[in-house]
């Protein structure tokens, strides 16, 4: 499998690496778990349940650093500091990261978002914030609340517009029909060990109410009681719906 990796600046100083697997396929951008690498996907076998549309020429896989450590799982930090502190990574993100993914892929591929538990925030809050450039997302086991993350102090706008369960519930005019006729979201969560503990179990049909009553498109898939929050279940989701997108 082709793989390499590379290690970017946005240019406000931020700075990661990306790890890249494939030749050819839909740009998949994807985001680790809390405080988890580029290798996180590797080393877990998730590239290896994407392996067989990677060396189709189906998808590529570029998968990122994560800077929650200085961010959202800085505890010490109010939450609202903390949702300030994200602004950096959103600026990698999108100044570093997604110009190199369409530097290799051609500047109008549609990037898919993808993701696991805090991961799986990043997706789907990516998409929300910017689905012009990222019209799907895969979401694997979320949970997508920060006020529910070790939260204290008060709660402003950097928390307010980072926090899809507050915002998607106030989405409305123009701004929604154009994400009606934009996004596709695909929310999965098992039902077994940690999922409850996680917040996941919860707050996956919660945002899957919360787009129904926006119409937006999506879809959620419950698994069961002995799918627990961990890398197991994730390569079997990842199996079942990452063909989906391509």
Not at 134 to 162: I, K, M, Q, R
Not at 167 to 175: E, Q, R, T
Not at 217 to 231: A, N
Request: aromatic residues 10%; charged residues 20%.
């Amino acid at each position: 499998m082709r793989h390499y990796s590379v290690h970017l600046q946005a240019p406000n100083g931020a700075s990661g690496t990306v790890a890249a697997y494939g030749h050819y396929g839909r740009p998949v951008l994807v985001f680790p778990t809390e405080k988890g690498n580029a290798w996180e996907w590797a080393d877990n076998g998730m590239v290896g349940a994407a392996e067989e549309l990677i060396e189709a020429g189906r998808v590529k896989l570029y998968c990122v650093d994560s800077f929650d450590v200085d961010t959202w799982s800085a505890h010490h930090l109010p939450l609202e500091d903390r949702a300030r502190a994200h602004a950096a990574y959103d600026s990698w993100i999108l100044e570093a990261v997604v110009p190199h993914i369409h530097g290799d892929t051609g500047a109008d591929a549609g990037i898919l978002t993808a993701g696991c538990s805090l991961g799986a925030y990043h997706a789907l809050n990516s998409a929300f914030r910017r689905a012009d450039l990222f019209p799907e997302a895969l979401c694997l086991s979320g949970n997508y609340d920060p006020g529910t993350w070790n939260a204290w102090g008060e709660h402003g706008d950097a928390v307010y517009f980072h926090n899809p369960t507050a915002y998607v519930a106030n989405l409305h005019g123009d701004h929604l029909d154009w994400l009606r006729s934009r996004l596709h979201l695909v929310l999965v969560c098992g039902r077994g060990q940690w999922e409850d503990t996680t917040g996941a179990l919860a707050s996956t049909p919660r945002m899957a109410e919360l787009l129904a009553a926006k119409g937006i498109r999506h879809e959620l898939d419950m698994w069961g009681p002995d799918t627990p929050h961990d890398w197991p279940s994730w390569r079997a989701q990842l199996a079942r719906h990452l063909p989906e997108f391509c």
